[in-house]
């Protein structure tokens, strides 16, 4: 059975433009964790050293993964919509320790033997898939003291939990209908503490003063517990 998600994110893709050639620091990659252009924290955010090994969920056309391929990672990505990494193999032929695999990011998490230094989300997966779900299964393949990071538009008051989110298919076609589930920051730090994660942060980035755009990023940080942590 066809996955209702690839199709709407695979319409999402015809409309977004490729990642410029270089930023405003003349960077051929990089990494940016919100929604607005040479704007906010780096790939700092995941403590990550040479060698280790990375999970992008819902890596979209594989701008983050690049760049940390080019730091020396192994940087994994995984994503529903196959135009998507489509446009990441055309983009990035030549990146060495850059792997990308098409479906479900629980179900890769539930498939794979690898255990991660770190995994992160932008704009992706952490936002389109039940916590619930998600979390214990990150915990699971993160290795203990690493980091799982993820950054989404914040909450709009008064609009908590599973949200209805609608993609445009074009003048002929009815929008693609996905979830995503917001929380109030706090609420975030209470479901990946009761996860393993003892250490969460969580930081509302306002937008850069001189866009018109006024809404800011959430950006949450956890690291997982040293110990084991029992369901």
Known sequence: ?????????????????????????????????????????????????????????????????????????????????????????????????????????????????TIFDAVFSVFGAAWFTDPGLLLPIVHANLKPGGVFAFSQRPPVEGCYGCQASYIPRGPEADPAIVKRWDYQPDIWCALLKECGFPEVTTTVLPAPEHDKRTTGTLLVRAVRADQPHLF
């Open 1 to 113: 059975m066809p996955d209702d998600r690839s199709t709407a994110w695979d319409s999402y893709s015809q409309g977004k433009p490729q990642r410029r050639q270089i930023n405003a620091k003349g960077e051929a990659t990089w990494f940016n964790w919100t929604q607005y252009a040479d704007h906010g924290p780096g790939a700092e955010v995941l403590a990550l050293n040479p060698s280790d090994t990375v999970l992008d969920l819902g890596c979209g056309s594989g701008g983050n993964l690049a760049h940390l391929a080019t730091l020396g990672m192994t940087a994994v990505g995984v994503d529903v919509s196959g135009k998507q990494l489509d446009k990441a193999r055309e983009r990035w032929p030549n990146i060495q320790g850059m792997e990308l695999h098409e479906g479900d990011a629980t179900a890769y998490l539930a498939e794979t033997f």
